[in-house]
């Protein structure tokens, strides 16, 4: 279908993750994850995708860690690129980011409250570079066609749109499975954001809450039913990570977590 990176994105070619900390906090930590990930990722054969944000644009709290900004970021990410010839998936925010990050990372990243902002969608489309877009926790499986055709209508068919829950109440987030055969319909790999889907946005006041230890469980019901890829953010000492860390998964959960998907992926794929 198409690239990223090294990695082959074919449709039932077996189970593939983006992972790694929700926002860079050193190089250091990067690419101790980095290096983790390789050795996970050859363990369980499970290719992996390296994912962490130069800015959080959307934090709860106007005094909450962003990043190191898209200059040193990317010069960051681009390090763990050449270092372990990883894939690497990125956020951007506003148009004026896309030119620069796309000349870094091999996959660009919408996030999931600018799912609808056809500005960047369409500019993302236009470096030719394969594109994630979250699903907004406001919008139906069906809706985000929209998104998908902004994207298409550059040319750009490099497409993979990722679920991470459906706001319901306050402070909760709850997942709906069948957003994922819906959403393969417009001919999308689709992801199932696991860590992302256990948090409750605000639940702190000044910071999302969350319930890491569900993120497995909700892993496995997506692959069950059918997700391409699974999107989990990992650390290395989840209680001290800088953003999210109310959600962020271990990551010494992953090599066992990715092995019993990869059983769960060939059952449904028999």
Known sequence: MFNIGNLKIVPNAGLF???GPC??????????????LIDISKKTSVPAIF?????KAN???????RGPGMEKGLAILDKVRKTFSLPILTDVHEVAQVAPTAKVVDCLQIPAFLCRQTDLLAECGRTGKPINVKKGQFMSPEEMKNAVDKIRS??????????????????????????????????CPVVFDATHSTQRPGGLGN???GCPEMAPILAKAAVAAGADALFLEV???PKKAKSDAAAVMPIEWLEKLLADCKKIYEIVHI
Do not use: W
């Open 207 to 209: 910071a999302s809450a």
């Open 235 to 237: 650390h290395t000492d």
């Open 59 to 65: 934090r709860s709290s106007i005094e909450s860690f």
């Open 17 to 19: 993750i983006i992972a």
């Open 23 to 36: 926002v860079i906090e050193t190089e250091e930590i990067c690419l101790d994850i980095a290096s983790r």
């Open 154 to 187: 550059t040319g750009n068919d490099k497409i993979m749109l990722t679920d991470r829950g459906t706001f319901f109440g306050y402070n909760r987030l709850v997942n709906d499975m069948t957003c994922i055969p819906l959403m393969q319909k417009f001919g």
């Open 51 to 55: 994912k962490a944000s130069f800015d």
